[in-house]
Structure formats: structure tokens, C-alpha cells
């Protein structure tokens, strides 16, 4: 898409990092506010403040050492602040490449909610799915009480830039004691045919005993840059039971920023898995707060990189009150000049009794030139919880490819056999069986480099 008409003025020629980002906005607030909501208008000026103060960090900065967000910042990248339409119906024309899951399928093209056609299944009672722009407008004291509430936009620059520039994203609100059955599927379309940002913002909210399932899959239509800046808060009431599931499947142009915030109330259940399986740069930030006894998370991750591509995941898990536990399990599969990172804090704080926390970071470097750093931290307070972590990074078994050899497997077979039964724990802590299944299938042809366009999928033709 080329931007025409109303339009934000091209970054080009200007100051690197922030510097660019706050000219814009100054320049275009009258514009950004015109096409947005009250709710998130309300927010963008103290933001703007704070990334002026902070300006994006550096690999001097102590979280960031292994993704250069600043330099990722200072290409020229259009921005859609104007909301022209896209003329496209992706119901029509995409396909994505986990199919026959029966889920209620949703749609963001670029930063904005397609809400032109939805799926005619309905939704529980209550349950509010939809553009968060609109339902701002329609429910501002939910939205208000919610966003922007757990964002960390003092002193995390790049959620500062998003809920400056955000126009428009997802809302889900389930109420007290609703369950959704079907999982529900959102799949992020990026399209245009210039370089390109979009700053794409979820709002998640759960009352107590409610539950819900989300996939949330990426996917990249065009040959052009791209750099997706996402802010996903989700909160989880008492007894209530949430899964989130996100596939990254982009191109290697493809810059991909997300921090997700997740608070969690007593005897809450939370499931997020996340799979890259392609992708150019991607630094995944997962801040959890247990706030309530009872609460458990179960935090997953895994990648598959190579040629030059670049995987930083980052996680906190902050264990504010006794009696809660998480469980994390973070694998990776890097080949070729490939680079990855894992950072992984849990803090237990003072009088967070009975504490159970298990964090495992297993990694395989298939070249000599392939790089993983990873960094596992507890900073416990309390003498009577069971905390453990550890990472691994090797290479894959010699002995196993020679005894598979042995056997009448060829090389190649072995090797794409071990790896695949290495990121199996992985994908077998997904709670869809349907989406399990697929995942096994994507992950094989991953292996065997046949992974592109999604099936009978239009959108590129």
C-alpha cells in the first residue's frame, strides 16, 4: 500500500532513533487523535514524554545487550496514520496455514481491526470481541479502567512509542464466570509496498472464572521491510483460565517487537506458547505478575532460525504472593549465521511462601557460526519455596546420528528427526489438539526449508 492523501510526512533525512518518532508525533497529533479514541488519545502525550526522556535503548542497556532496538528505529518507515483503507477482504483471499481448527476467525490488517466481514458464529453473552478503537467508544469505562495499566510505558521506550502512535487493535472482554468455547484466531496481516510500521495494540481482559483461547498468527504478505511494534495486556480474574498461543511466521524482512504484560489474580490458570518459526529480527519482552495465591503460568517458547536471523526472547516472572508457581520452557534450534538469546528473571519477593518455579532454556547450534546467549536468574526473598533453572547449548548428538545411520536413515533424515523430537516438548504443552498437530507438520517442513506461502492462499497472487 502507498500511502496517498492524508498521510504522515516520510521520516526520512531526520535524526535517528527517537528523535524521528517525536517529530512525527508533534507534527501529526492532530491527525492521530482525529482517528483514534478518547481512551488512547488520553495517554499518547505523557508517553511521548517518557520517550523523550528514555529514548530507545541501546546494548549498553543491560536487557537489550543482545537486540539493537535503536538501530532497528532509524530506517524510513511509512506509517498508515491517516487509516487509509486497504483495499482487501482477507477473508476472501487468505488462507492461513493452520486450518480446520474450527475457530472464530478474526483479522488485523496492519495496526487496524478488519471488521468489513466477521464470522457469523456468535459469541457468548457478554463477550466483547472487536476493534478497540470502536468499543472504546462504546464501553469507555471497561477500556479505561484496563488500558495501558499494566503497559510499562516509563521505562520501556518501545510500549512508550506504541501507545503514542496506536490508533486502533483488539479488544476481548469475557465476563465473570463465561466460558468460550471455540478458540478464537486472530491472524496479523502485514501488507504494503512500501517499508512499512505498524504499532498494533491487544487489550485481553478476563473477569473471575472466566475462560478463553487465542492463536494470534503473523504473517507477512509483501517483499518490503516491515517492523510490527505490538503491546498485548492481559488480565486474568481469580479462577479464571486463559491460553494464548502466538506463530510468528513473517519473512527475514520482517522486525518484530512485542512486549506482553500479564497479571494474574488467585488460583488463575495462564498458558502462553510462543513458536517463531520464521522471521527476520524478533524480541518477544513477557512481563508476569502473580498477584494472587493460587495463580499459576506456564510460559513456552521456541525457535527455529537460520541464514542471519536474529531471536531474542525476555522474560520476568514476578511472584508477588505465597502459594503461586510457574513453569517455563524456552527451546532453541539456530543454523547458519543465526544468532539467539534467552533472558529469563523470576523474583520471589519477601513473604511469597510456597513458591514453586522451574525455569529450562535448551538450545542447539547446528554451525560453528550459529550463536545463542542465554542468561536464567532467580532473585528469591523467601527461605521456604522450590526454585530451580538451568540452559544447555550443544550440538546434536553424534552417537544418535550414527546409531540412526546404522539403522538405513540417511544423514539428512537423522538429523531433521532429532531436531524435531527436540522442540517436541514444546509444541506437546499446547493445549489444541488440532493446532499440536499442525505445528508438528509446520515445524517438519520448516526443517526440510519447504515452509512459505500458506496453502490456496490468494493474498500473494
Known sequence: MTPRGEQAPSLRGRAGGEAQYLTLYRECRDMIFRHSCDVMNALRDEACEHLAQSGFPTRNDEDYKYTDVDALMIPDYGLNLGRLDIPVNPYDVFKCDVPNMSTSLYFMVGDAFYSKSLPKAPLPEGVLLGSLKELSSQHPELVAKHYDQL??????????LNTMLAQDGLLLYVPKGVVVEKPIQLVNILRADVNFMVNR???????????????????????????????????VGAGASFELY???????????????YIHQQADSNVLVNGVTLMGGTTR????????GRGAHINLCGMAIADNHQHVDNHTFIDHAVSDCTSHELYKYVLDDEATGAF??????REGAQHTDSQQTNRNLCLTRQARMYTQPQLEIYADDVKCSHGATVGQLNEDALFYMQQRGIS???????????????????????????????????RFRGELGQCRECNACK
Do not use: W, Y
Not at 151 to 160: F, G, L, R
Not at 205 to 233: K, P, S, T, W
Not at 246 to 260: A, D, F, K, M
Not at 343 to 348: E, F, H, N, S
Open 284 to 291: 518477544n519482552a513477557t512481563r508476569v505478575t502473580l498477584a
Open 246 to 260: 502466538e506463530l510468528e511466521e513473517t519473512t527475514p524482512r520482517t522486525c518484530r517487537l512485542s512486549n506482553l
Open 151 to 160: 503497559a510499562d510505558t516509563k521505562s520501556n521506550a518501545i510500549t512508550a
Open 201 to 235: 495494540r491487544v487489550l485481553i481482559i478476563l473477569e473471575d472464572m472466566a475462560q478463553a483461547r487465542l492463536l494470534m498468527c503473523d504473517h507477512a504478505m509483501d517483499e518490503v521491510d516491515f517492523l510490527a511494534n505490538q503491546v498485548i495486556e492481559v488480565f
Open 343 to 348: 533472558a529469563g528473571k523470576v523474583l520471589v
Open 411 to 445: 544423514h539428512a533424515e537423522a538429523r531433521q528427526l532429532l531436531m524435531r523430537a527436540f522442540v517436541g516438548e514444546v509444541i506437546d504443552e499446547v493445549g489444541l489438539e488440532a493446532l499440536r498437530d499442525r505445528l508438528h507438520h509446520l515445524v517438519e517442513k
